[in-house]
Each structure stands twice: as C-alpha cells, then as structure tokens.
C-alpha cells in the first residue's frame, strides 16, 4: 500500500500543531436577505467586466439566483451587485425560485476574449415534461439578458448542474464546461455521469458523456469535480468524485476519485481510493465527499471517516502527479467527534510564497481551517481557529482561493449559506460569504 502519514505522533510539543495565525476576515452580506436563500451555498472569482478588480460570484439556490459583487478587497465590497436567475437579469423584489439556480459556480475564460464568463448550475430545471434534469447557463457578462443554456441532447431525471468547472480539456485554447450529472441512469444504475461541452460554444456544441466507470445505485459519480494539469502536460485534466462508489476491494459506498487526463477519453482514467478504506465507517466515509485539485496537487475530503477509533472524526487525504500515489493522509493533529474535517479542501497558496499550501476544512462544532504549508508538506499544520461567531452548521460550503489583493498570498472565500440573519425567523439560513486572510 502506498500510504504516507501526516500525522507526527513524535512532535516535540502540542504547541506546534495549536498554531492559530491571526488572520483578516471581511463579511459579504446576502444583498438581497431572504429566508433560506443559501447565499454561499456555490462561490467563485472572476473578472467579467474588465476592470481588473475582482468580482465574486455567489450562488443561492434557495432562491434561485446567483449574484456578482463587484470590486472585493479585504476592505470589503467596493462596487455594486448584479442578481441573476435563468431568465438573465433579475431583481431583490422578484419571488424565489425553486430550479436551484445557483446550486453551483465556475468562473472562466470560454470564447478568447479578455473577459471572464460564468457558468451556473441548475440541478432540478425541467427540460420539457422531464422533472430534476438540470441544465447549465453560460453568461457572458453580468448583464447578459440571454444566458446560454447547455443541456443533455437525450434529457433524464439526472439533477445535471450538481458540480460545474471550466477547463481547456482538448488543447485547442478555449474554454470547455464540465458538469456532472450525479443521478444519471448507467446501466440501469442510477450511478451518476458527467458531460463535457466542448467550446467554441454554438446552439449545440460538442459534448462527450463520461459514465461512472463501476457503476452502483446511488453512485453519485460526479457530486464534485476539480480541474488542474496534474501531470503538467499542458492539457488540463478533470478529477471526479464518485461519493456512493464501492472501492476495488468491494467495500460498498466508499468512495473513488477519477482522474482523466487531457484529451479526455471515458476508457481513460487514473483511480484514486482510500489508502484505509474501513467497513466500520458507517454509513459512509464520504471519501471524495470534496476534490480540489492545482498544479500537480489532487486533495480528497473524506469527513465522516473515523480515525484512531473517533466517530466522524474525518480526514483529508492528498497525491501528487503525475503518478498520483502514494495517497498520503491528513488527519486532524487533535481529532475530535463529529469534527467532519475534509468537509471542503482547496490547494492554494496561502502562506504567501511560491509553494502551494493544501487546506481542509473542519465543518463540525470546532469550526476551523487546517493548513499544510507547500513547503512542508509532511510537516505539522496551521490552524485557523478564529473563525467567525454564529457560522452555519454547512460553513464553507462554497470554498475556493483567489487573489483579491495584489501579490503575497491568496484569500481564502467562504461561504456560510446556513448563516441566520437575527435568529430563525425571517433571518434564517439566509447566508453569507466571508474572506479570511492569513496574517
């Protein structure tokens, strides 16, 4: 078994793994508060505007919409806001929609131009007399009035829409969308598939399907996916999490990663499974419960896996390219029950120097960031404790990296859709986005 251990049970001190490094922390209100709108739910960072500032765009499925806020700094939100829903621009005093428009978000350059475009997820839109089928929107500007929607040519119950990511996976330098159908029927198994839309993106553009590749009931093959050129050949590949999979050694819902590199091809994948996969883990240890992948770095969430006999303790687990073994595990230098850590993961570098820093999140009642430092990797991480007063139960559930302020490191954009606004009435699950900074 290729397994390395991060765990360093021989440190000197406690001390050195109860690191909590000051940080900076600003709060992204929902600007259009509602009752279960899930504000946070989905983020991402983008330019669509050109002006150089960054933009962050937020999902909220509850209500149906995602919005750009405009110009984000650590000292806030400098600019203003669009609201958007399926029928293009929209507005705070329009009612709620039920498609989970928002349910997730990719930022990225699709068509050549200097402007970013967004991509939005929509998991329970009809397509005709089909409930739950799900469809993509393309938006081309946060004013576009006629998104552009993507669609299964054959469309099924198949929630297409879960996850969404942009990537150049056929080398010719535009942008293509990846998104992930978790409920598609494969064999007569409701086990999950992902469609790739090959840009230039016309009325119907090209589209290869990827079925889950041992499929199961329940499979999910696609419930998250993440994009990096992990054997650093140019072509980006995609990574797919396979949730409700049974591993090779049969162990049902274990979970599997796949790994497929560019030009994709469904026959051609690299597995990434449990290193201590554990029929104990009941009822399921989530393994790729979140992927996140850059450069050569592929993370894997696996938060209600149990560790030195800790119920839901949870852990992360990380391989690099190009080979992607040994799978070596990160477990919570101080487990505790129902920590939940590998809720969410993100590579990125924030320490602040050239090497990539690997991060997970610690979702249970001690909510926390957990840092590797790119450079020692195998060393004891950096807690993030300080993490802001009445988060949600589903805190960083939208989870990404992204250079706000010039240079240095990266800010880490969390989003806190179970947020309550004044309690559980109106205010409740309203959301919110808040970045944090490492000192």
Request: charged content about 15%; some cysteine; proline content about 8%.
């Amino acid at each position: 078994m290729h397994l390395r251990e991060i765990l360093l049970l021989a440190a000197p001190a406690a001390a050195a793994f109860g690191q909590s490094p000051g940080h900076n922390a600003v709060i992204l209100d929902n600007p259009c508060p509602k009752k279960q709108a899930y504000f946070g739910h989905a983020v991402c960072v983008l330019d669509m505007d050109g002006s150089g500032g960054s933009e962050v765009a937020v999902g909220a499925f509850g209500a149906g919409r995602a919005y750009i806020l405009h110009d984000v700094t650590l000292a806030g939100r400098q600019g203003g806001f669009e609201v958007l829903s399926a029928l293009g621009q929209d507005s705070c005093t329009a009612a709620q929609y039920t498609d989970q428009f928002g349910y997730d978000l990719a930022g990225g350059n699709l068509d050549g131009d200097p402007l970013d475009e967004l991509v939005v997820g929509v998991p329970f839109a009809s397509v005709g007399p089909v409930e739950r089928a799900g469809v993509v929107y393309i938006f081309r500007d946060a004013t576009d009035p006629t998104p552009l929607l993507l669609r299964a040519l054959d469309p099924t119950p198949a929630w297409l829409g879960v996850s969404v990511v942009v990537g150049d996976f056929d080398g010719d330098g535009l942008g293509d969308v990846a998104a992930s159908a978790p409920k598609a029927d494969v064999g007569g198994f409701q086990a999950g598939a992902v469609y790739i839309f090959f840009g230039p993106f016309g009325s119907v553009p090209r589209t290869v399907v990827l079925p889950n590749p041992a499929p199961v009931d329940n499979g999910n093959f696609g419930n998250h996916l993440a994009v990096a050129d992990t054997n650093l050949d140019g072509l980006d590949d995609l990574v797919v999490g396979a949730i409700g999979n049974a591993n090779t050694a049969g162990i049902p819902v274990a979970g599997q990663v796949y790994v497929y590199p560019g030009p994709i091809a469904p026959s051609q994948f690299l597995l990434i499974e449990d290193p201590l996969p554990d029929a104990g883990d009941l009822p399921a240890p989530r393994f790729a419960m979140h992927v996140a992948a850059r450069g050569e770095w592929v993370l894997v969430g696996a938060n209600r896996k149990d560790w030195l006999g800790i119920h839901d303790a949870g852990m992360g687990f990380s391989a690099r390219g190009p080979s992607l073994v040994p799978v070596d595990l990160h477990p919570h230098p101080f487990p505790g029950p129902s920590d939940y850590m590998g809720f969410r993961c993100v590579v990125a570098d924030v320490v602040g120097d050239p090497a990539l820093d690997l991060t997970f999140v610690v979702m249970g009642s001690r909510r926390e960031l957990v840092t590797w430092d790119g450079n020692t990797p195998y060393g004891p991480p950096v807690r993030l404790r300080r993490i802001l007063p009445r988060s949600g139960d589903h805190f960083a559930n939208g989870f990404v990296a992204a250079q706000l302020v010039a240079g240095g490191r990266e800010e880490l954009v969390v989003g806190d859709p179970t947020y309550d606004l004044g309690g559980t009435g109106a205010g409740k699950d309203v959301g919110r986005v808040v970045v944090y900074s490492y000192e």
